[in-house]
């Protein structure tokens, strides 16, 4: 079961890194933000569960979240096998591996450069 999550998380880790532009943010905790709002957001659209969009910032991780929604499911069909505890562990653990890879596992020097 623990190879099948790594599977499926890495396979929804590389559609991120090759279609969506959000990842490239220029500063650590703007990709902190983005990548708590977009992935949480996707999660509840995923599960069926009510979305705040009461900030602009919130709007904005909400349109991401949708398209990466509906292309998740369009994509990988084994979402749909499965329930929304399976789901919430699944991006956990996508949300965990993101920020590793693009922040505290990032070798981009600007993220943490004080004056940027």
């Known amino acids: 079961m ?6 499926q998380v890495d396979q929804l880790v590389d559609y991120i890194m090759k279609w969506c532009l959000w990842q490239f943010n220029s500063r650590a905790w703007d990709r902190k933000d983005q990548n708590e709002g ?56 996508l949300k965990e591996r993101i920020d590793y890879l693009t922040i505290s596992g990032s070798l981009n020097k600007e993220l943490t450069n004080p004056t940027y």
């Open 38 to 93: 977009i992935l949480t957001k996707t999660t509840q659209i995923l599960c069926n569960e009510p979305v705040e969009n009461d900030t602009p910032a919130d709007r904005c991780y909400w349109v991401e979240a949708v398209m990466l929604a509906r292309d998740f499911k369009s994509t990988y069909p084994w979402l749909s096998t499965m329930d929304n505890n399976e789901i919430k562990l699944l991006m956990t653990s």
């Open 2 to 7: 623990e190879d099948m999550m790594k599977d």
